[in-house]
């Protein structure tokens, strides 16, 4: 059978105040392997150069017990704006105004916008409970500009 993330908690600030670049969904659903996001994105200022971008990948045998988490993937760019637009093209061009580099100021809207899950499906996921979180960094300071934190579990439709 076909295989669907499950969302089971998101958080759009990581537990810190006044990011200036924030990212809210109202809606997710499953189609096959993409996931289709309703999302916006606030940015409270202008961020003129290229932001650094982290990715850190836990896998957890419990939901329950954060305790057994592993660290299973991180992956960091130093340049946000190139691997966005070679990774997450479609991501991005769903949103309205475009979403693009230099950021500049706005709130940025983007109904459906599509992830491929794909390359993550690739790895046997089921088992686990996966926890992600997504920053972007000021790229001279390491500020934190955005942070986004997903935790989820994969299950099995017919």
Excluded at 32 to 42: F, P, Q
Excluded at 47 to 58: C, F, H, L, T, W
Aim: overall charge positive.
């Amino acid at each position: 059978g076909n295989r669907q993330a499950m969302f089971d908690k998101f958080d759009n600030s990581c537990g810190l105040r006044n990011l200036p670049i924030v990212f809210s969904y109202t809606g997710i659903r499953t189609e096959g392997s993409k996931l289709l996001i309703n999302c916006s994105i606030t940015a409270k200022k202008d961020i003129s150069k290229d932001p650094k971008m982290v990715i850190r990948i836990e896998r957890c045998r419990n939901k329950e017990n954060l305790d057994t988490c592993e660290p299973f993937h991180v992956y960091s760019a130093s340049s946000y704006c190139t691997t966005t637009s070679t990774f997450a093209g479609g991501f991005v061009k769903s949103f309205v105004p475009e979403w693009k580099c230099p950021i500049t100021k706005g709130v940025y809207r983007a109904t459906n916008a599509e992830l491929d899950t794909m390359a993550f499906f690739m790895f046997p996921v089921e088992t686990w409970y996966w926890k992600v979180v997504a920053n972007i960094l000021d790229s001279d300071t390491d500020k934190v500009l955005m942070c986004v934190t997903a935790e989820m579990h994969m299950k099995r439709i017919a």
